[in-house]
């Protein structure tokens, strides 16, 4: 018996050992690089946060600009977004170095590990240049006193000992290597996409803690307590734009609507807050990286036949709810200039799409894109 308790107190005395080991591990940091040595451009600052669409999730629904507060929901509880603003509350007192640190390591001051629903997997790529002119426009931002959020995580995935298992699983600080066999705009499209526009943050899989496939992994996925589906890039029947042309990609990320297509859900709020803001040169180097993702087909799961009887109760349900707008063969209307009206639902990717889940929201909350200035009308 003495023996066993010895063994149950040495084992103990290992296993806080090896947690103490692993949380010193994960907030190490390897030798900073110097501040950038070019001058400071605030204006790139700009520029840069609004193709982060940082205000998407560091703003609270009806709340300060970048004072934080926004609830994320995630499966293991809810995260709330940081304050961004200069107070002391936020980012008051971060120096360059800070700010990187959290970018690059995903560490706060002190060395606390930020938890996981920030996304640093993507800004970990951000180039030091970068991240101190996005230091610099939000240390000029008008302070907001807003006190950060306790996060509602069920235990243990809110302690710093699960956050560093996280990252020893699924987080490796990088820069993004530049691919010798694509030209500067890919390689632009890449950076972007990978890195701060955080596109994989949303279309990527996830496994059950939460681990994704990475910052080029773009196979789609649910988006937690929204009841959104993120597609996948990958494959064109569901959201892969490897065969549009890029005239028609450029305009659906500037305006949300090219050709029929409209972004909805969770993806209007990016065009608004993010890719409506790139200028011609990144629209276009996007545009390049996406097309030119590899194609991978979604695994499709053959739909049971439904009876006769529900055949007709959702025939019924079309005519009398939605071929006023959309046409009795879902061929869709357009208006008295021949523009596209209300879209085409034969066909449409919306409604193919492996997981009907866009499509109940839809008819669930009505269909309304984004109103950006090469489309005012929703």
Request: a neutral charge; proline letters at 8%; aromatic letters at 6%.
């Amino acid at each position: 018996m003495k023996r066993l308790a010895v063994g149950i107190i040495l084992t103990g005395l290992l296993g806080i050992a090896a947690a103490w080991g692993l949380l010193a591990w994960q907030r190490r940091t390897a030798d900073m690089p110097p501040p950038s040595s070019a001058a400071v451009d605030v204006k790139r600052g700009a520029y840069l946060a609004a193709v982060g669409n940082c205000a998407g999730c560091h703003t609270a629904r009806g709340g300060e600009r970048l004072a934080g507060g926004r609830p994320i929901p995630t499966p293991f509880g809810t995260v709330f977004s940081s304050n961004l603003t200069p107070d002391a509350t936020g980012l008051g007192g971060w120096t360059a170095d800070d700010f990187w640190r959290a970018l690059h390591f995903g560490q706060g001051r002190g060395g606390r590990l930020l938890v996981p629903a920030h996304p640093i997997t993507n800004t970990t790529l951000v180039t030091r240049e970068d991240s101190d002119a996005l230091h610099a426009w939000l240390q000029a931002q008008p302070p907001v006193a807003a006190p950060r959020r306790e996060h509602e995580l069920r235990w243990p995935y809110g302690s710093q000992l699960a956050v560093a298992v996280w990252r020893t699983l699924y987080f490796t600080p990088g820069t993004y290597q530049p691919d010798p066999k694509q030209d500067a705009a890919w390689n632009r499209g890449a950076y972007l996409s990978q890195g701060l526009a955080h596109c994989s943050a949303c279309h990527t899989s996830r496994d059950s803690l939460g681990g994704d496939g990475g910052a080029a992994d773009f196979r789609g996925g649910l988006l937690t307590g929204l009841g959104w589906v993120a597609p996948s890039l990958h494959d064109p029947l569901e959201a892969g734009v490897q065969r549009w042309p890029d005239e028609q990609l450029c305009r659906w990320l500037r305006d949300g609507h090219a050709d029929g297509h409209t972004a909805q859900g969770p993806m209007d709020e990016v065009v608004l807050g993010s890719t409506a803001a790139l200028d011609d040169d990144d629209l276009a180097a996007m545009s390049a990286y996406l097309r030119a993702l590899p194609e991978q087909p979604v695994v499709r799961a053959k739909p049971a036949r439904p009876d006769a009887g529900r055949r007709e109760r959702g025939a019924k349900l079309y005519r009398d709810h939605c071929a006023a707008c959309h046409g009795d063969r879902g061929e869709g209307r357009r208006d008295d200039t021949g523009a596209l009206a209300y879209p085409s639902l034969a066909g449409s990717r919306l409604v193919t799409q492996a997981s009907a889940a866009n499509l109940i929201r839809l008819i669930e909350r009505g269909g309304f894109g984004p109103a950006t200035p090469g489309h005012p009308r929703p």
